[in-house]
């Protein structure tokens, strides 16, 4: 057929096959189509042949000029065809063209159209292109022309996906001032009074939707879900008893039934529907990791069900976010093949998952894996989503400023808090409440009281262990002793499964001097299974405990003790931080050396002091914090380094056969691993000349704390490690002495307990024993000082904060070509600064204390000033400044030590 004899209707059925043929998909059929309509002579007065001919130039990328040409005809000619103007607007937009199809949608406006769809769409169009006032008569027009209230509340929900919040609002309004007809209206019209705000009605029209017959499965679950957010348990159940047949619902529904039952305390039929979801065939990963997520806090066992099924289902493909809950899953279940599931995720792009709070869980576990820079991102993704719907929204708030505080912006942190507390947040939030206060302890200590007094004024159901636990976590960190045990003690220890719960209450109310309670506690969470690093980590920090109550039966405990070490060891092949925290030859040997030294100097090592100037006492008051030096830059170079020379004089023959080589292999090893390490350094030595001399410049000011008080307020008990400094003269003819023989001890105790492990564990190779005893000498080289120190009498407390790459920048540093040093110790409340001493800059981190000063029991007791003050004008200043702070419980005294400045 020749082109000139081709008519209007040939040409738009050629366009329209070429279509279909697009959606099959055939593009090479399509595109020999579009050919023979773009190489076409056409009648340039026809608005109809321009538009197929320059849309077949569009979609075939030929000479963008000649489509642009057509289209522009068209314009000049005139149509009123909002059909033919929306599709070339919108096939210019996709072509990144906005100025053409700018023209194009305001066009629209002018053919007068009351097609409410296309103006709607034009509207969106002309938003993304920055043309608001001319989208907002488009919106403006949708609102006059239709009184369908199904319509409107379909716009209005795409208008909150796009934050066009005041033009939702009109939507919302024009739909409660409509005449409901049916259950469809009566639902729109309570999601209306819903989003804004107005409870009591959107109540009404639930209710109304509650009653009716109604066979809309989605409405239902919607309203029964809106109706338990606003309280009306009782409505809610109603509509989820209007559900036919929950056998017939698909996986999503089926999984947001069951969360509405759990929500509602039906235990029977949300068991019922989880072993339903169990053995019911899909691949809706996303509703199943949901569900899981849901219930990961008190229905641990169907979660990790629902997490095996998950890692068991297999799809040809996968989707980003489907990949990733993988990952999550496999964490979740300490799966060893979990580095294999992020391996085959590593490639996607995070940008692509738009879930907030699958982002949240994503970036914590990446953090798990010791991924940083992908946690990185996560948090910089999360803190970029808008705030516009979700300013109600706790649980987005809080996860929102954490990511904040971790990427090291305190002060955005806290003002997201802050917006935590201007909610009328209740006893159903009461989780979120707690974690904002913890999140907070350490950062802004003050407002984190704030949350802890808004959960001591919630009235709670003292059958519920939840409610119970923050209520009563609560009260003792406000120091509400009683109330503390009133409640805690009403929590059904044996009923208990969560792990950190169980330890969380045992050490409170060991601390509050429950001895039993705290022991039931300790001895119910040692017979649990381990899942985690985590809870080896807590299960070790529960065996510590036992060891301290006196009369108890302590050779199967330690042999039980030991027996968790390894078992953590070999399921992790990790030598971390935290596992020297559980390590039972630490625990030995710190109580050995701390009995050794209150035999030899029958000192008080209950009370300690921290010698320091007056500007840093002035700040460690102000800010309830201590700044923590780095190893490096203290008085003694050998810090650390020192243990090597003790080690040559040590007699360790029966398990190492080549003392250089493994003093060689060890120190390759420190070298190769080396960790940022901090020390807070106190003294059992009240009034030292020396110590006035070496640390307060003669004009100082020391602070008494009670060693147990001060460690039972560290914002993070799990991340120091305290002991006291052993001093040794590296001398020939001393190496028998008590020091020693501790060391080797501590040495021999890993190895002999090592090898009888081994026999009940295969598993456990000598090389993972090695590595054992390295990360032991590693530690307790940081309190191994040469014995010219000893006048110090040091009590240290080291810190080694898990997620420090502080000096390492992000790897894509091209984004705006800004370098960025990011602070992941901020999930542990340390951030890095640097103070000078005259001489030069020195790393310090910020180590928060609760309760350091302001408060009825403050941890600090006493301040002691130098003995070359003069206390006609330090005890003055000294209590003009605790009387402005409202600080009443110190006592100041100057030192007894006679001294005279010539």
Known sequence: MDGNDINKKDIKSLFESAMKLYQLPEKDGANKLLRQIAEMSINTDSVDELYYKGMSHTYLGWETTKSIQCFKKILQIGTTNCNIIYNIGDILYKKNDTYNANKFFENILETETRDITILFETGKYLLKIQNSLRALDCFDKVLYLTENIIKLHTMASQLEKINENNIRYEYYNKILDLQDNNVEDKYCKGNAAYCLYRDSLAVKYFKEVAEIENQNILILLDTANKLCILKKFDVAYKCLQKIPNLSNLNMKNLCSVTKLFYILNKPNQTVKCIEKILVLQTNDLISLYDLAEFLSRNRILYATKLCTKILSIKKSKYSTTEKYMKVLCAINLNDPKTENYFNDVINDDIKDIYNFFLLNNIAHSFLSLNKHDYALI???KITSFNDTNNNQNAEFLIKKAISLKVLGEKQNAIDYFNKILKLNLNVGEINLLYDAGLQLSGLDNKTAEKFFKKISQLYINNLNIDQLYFKGMSEYFLHKKDEAKKYIQKIDVQSLKDIKTLLDIGIVMFNLGSSNFAKNCFNKLIQSKPSSKLDYINIGTAYKYLMDFKNFEKKELENNFSKNYWEAVVDNKEFTFQFNIISPFLYDFFNKNNNDNKKKTNENTNKIYHYTGITALKGILDNEEFWVT???FLNDP???SYISKVLENLDIKRYIKNKKDFINDFEKEVKEEKKDVYILSMSTDKDS??????YSNDDGYNIKVDKNKFKNSFVNPNTYILGKVIYIDNEENNKNNKQYKLIKHLITSIYKSGKTYQKENDNLTNPLIKKAVFSHIRLISLFVKHSGYEYEHEYRYVFIPQFWLNNKLCENNDRNNVQRTYNYNALVNYYCNFKTNGKGLIPYIT???????????????????????????????????????GLTNI????????????
């Open 378 to 380: 996560c948090f910089e």
């Open 630 to 632: 780095k190893s490096d």
């Open 638 to 640: 050998s810090e650390t």
């Open 689 to 694: 000349l020396p110590m006035w001399k070496n």
């Open 847 to 885: 180590v928060p204390i609760f309760n350091l000063a302001n408060s009825d029991e403050p941890v600090i007791e006493e301040i002691r000033f130098s003995p070359t003050l003069d206390k006609d004008v330090a005890i003055p200043g000294l209590e003009n400044y605790f009387k402005l702070k």
């Open 891 to 902: 006592n100041v005294e100057p030192s007894s030590i006679p001294f005279r400045n010539i």
